[in-house]
C-alpha cells in the first residue's frame, strides 16, 4: 500500500481547483476578507484564524501538524533502520551485520508497513493543513453573517374554524 505514491497528483490537483477559483465567493463585501484569511492559513498555519480573532483553534492547528510530522519523522527512522538490516540481511559481505534479529522477510514486511506509515502520516500531514484552510476561509464567511430577528422561520400550531392547522410563517423586518 504505497498510499503517498498513487493520491500525490489528485490531492494537488483538487488543493489547486479548490483555493484558486475566486469565482466561489458570491458576495464582494466580504471577499477581501475570506481571500486574505485564507492566503495568510495558506501561507503559515494558523495565521488564518489569527486573523479571524479564533485565537483557541491556533494550538490544534499546531497540535496535529506537530503530531503527524512526529509520526512521519519517526515511521520514516524505522523504515531507514530496517531497510539497512535488510541490505546487510541479504548481502554477502560478511562485514555488514544484520544488528536485528529478524529474518529478511520479515525485514521486508517491517519495512513495508513502517513504508506505508509514513505515507499515510504525509496524507495526514495534507489533510491537516488543508482543512487549516478551509477553516479559515469559512470563518472568513461566517464572520458577517446576520444573526437576529430581523428574519425568522417560525412553524406556529393555529385553530382556524376550530381546526388545527400548522402554519409557517416568515417574519421579514426592514
Known amino acids: 500500500m504505497k498510499l503517498f505514491k498513487y493520491y500525490n497528483h489528485?490531492?494537488?490537483?483538487?488543493?489547486?481547483?479548490?483555493?484558486?477559483?475566486?469565482?466561489?465567493?458570491?458576495?464582494?463585501?466580504?471577499?477581501?476578507?475570506?481571500?486574505?484569511?485564507?492566503?495568510l492559513?495558506?501561507?503559515?498555519?494558523?495565521?488564518?484564524?489569527?486573523?479571524?480573532?479564533?485565537?483557541?483553534k491556533i494550538p490544534v492547528i499546531y497540535t496535529a501538524l506537530g503530531t503527524t510530522v512526529y509520526y512521519y519523522l519517526n515511521n520514516n527512522?524505522?523504515?531507514?533502520?530496517?531497510?539497512?538490516?535488510?541490505?546487510?540481511?541479504?548481502?554477502?559481505?560478511?562485514?555488514?551485520?544484520?544488528?536485528?534479529?529478524?529474518?529478511?522477510?520479515?525485514?521486508?514486511?517491517?519495512?513495508?508497513?513502517?513504508r506505508d506509515s509514513r505515507d499515510l502520516s504525509t496524507l495526514l500531514f495534507i489533510l491537516m493543513y488543508s482543512l487549516n484552510i478551509i477553516d479559515a476561509c469559512v470563518d472568513a464567511?461566517?464572520?458577517?453573517?446576520?444573526?437576529?430577528?430581523?428574519?425568522?422561520?417560525?412553524?406556529?400550531?393555529t385553530t382556524i374554524n376550530n381546526n388545527e392547522q400548522i402554519t409557517l410563517s416568515l417574519k421579514l423586518n426592514l
Open 41 to 56: 492559513s495558506t501561507a503559515c498555519p494558523g495565521l488564518g484564524q489569527y486573523y479571524n480573532k479564533k485565537y483557541w
Open 141 to 157: 464567511h461566517f464572520t458577517n453573517y446576520n444573526i437576529n430577528e430581523d428574519l425568522s422561520l417560525y412553524l406556529k400550531p
Open 77 to 114: 527512522k524505522l523504515y531507514s533502520k530496517y531497510k539497512d538490516d535488510y541490505i546487510a540481511e541479504i548481502d554477502d559481505n560478511e562485514n555488514t551485520i544484520n544488528h536485528s534479529s529478524y529474518s529478511a522477510s520479515q525485514l521486508t514486511t517491517l519495512q513495508d508497513y513502517y
Open 10 to 39: 489528485n490531492i494537488i490537483l483538487i488543493f489547486i481547483l479548490l483555493f484558486s477559483c475566486n469565482f466561489l465567493y458570491g458576495q464582494t463585501k466580504k471577499e477581501n476578507q475570506v481571500k486574505k484569511a485564507t492566503l
